[in-house]
């Protein structure tokens, strides 16, 4: 299983607030050949860490594509850029964020880029929640718990809306 998060807290120019981007995003990913399987429910999540940003919109998507982990990585980054993202300094306010969670049960070697699984997948309510809705019995190939079984270890402090 390949599983993509997508986020987004500013308006885009020309596709709108961020779930109009998101799902101009996910287009443009099947237009790039890669094929989106399921994707949850929108989820509106608070900026990690807290600051004064506008609320995240947020979802995962499982897809399929005969690229390698980074070359999916690249087409990720390449929509990105092709939204106007610029990655300037973390945790910064973004029109469109596209990450690399898992590729398959893909364990990363130290240095190996892309990082695999995301380093901090199961720290996140907004990635875990919507994962688990996605794929409750995908597991995390280093720890071995499935996403709901980390859905259930996520700090009660941690919170992500589903919304319509």
Request: net charge negative; proline share 11%.
């Amino acid at each position: 299983m390949i599983l993509v998060a997508l986020g987004a807290n500013l308006a885009h120019p020309r596709y709108g607030p961020p779930r109009e981007t998101l799902e101009a995003a996910l287009e443009a990913l099947q237009q790039s050949g890669v094929t989106i399987l399921a994707r949850s429910r929108w989820y509106r999540s608070a900026p990690v860490p807290p600051s004064d940003q506008p609320w995240f919109v947020n979802a995962v998507a499982s897809v399929e594509t005969s690229l390698s982990p980074t070359g999916l990585l690249a087409k990720l980054h390449e929509i990105e850029a092709g939204f106007g993202r610029a990655r300037r300094r973390p945790n910064e306010a973004r029109v469109l964020d596209l990450d690399l969670l898992a590729y398959h049960d893909r364990v990363s070697a130290p240095g190996q880029s892309p990082v695999l699984p995301h380093p901090r997948l199961a720290e996140r309510a907004f990635v875990v929640l919507p994962l688990a809705e996605v794929a409750p019995e995908w597991r995390h190939p280093e720890s071995g718990l499935s996403a709901a079984e980390l859905a259930g270890r996520l700090d009660p402090a941690d919170t992500a809306e589903p919304f319509d």
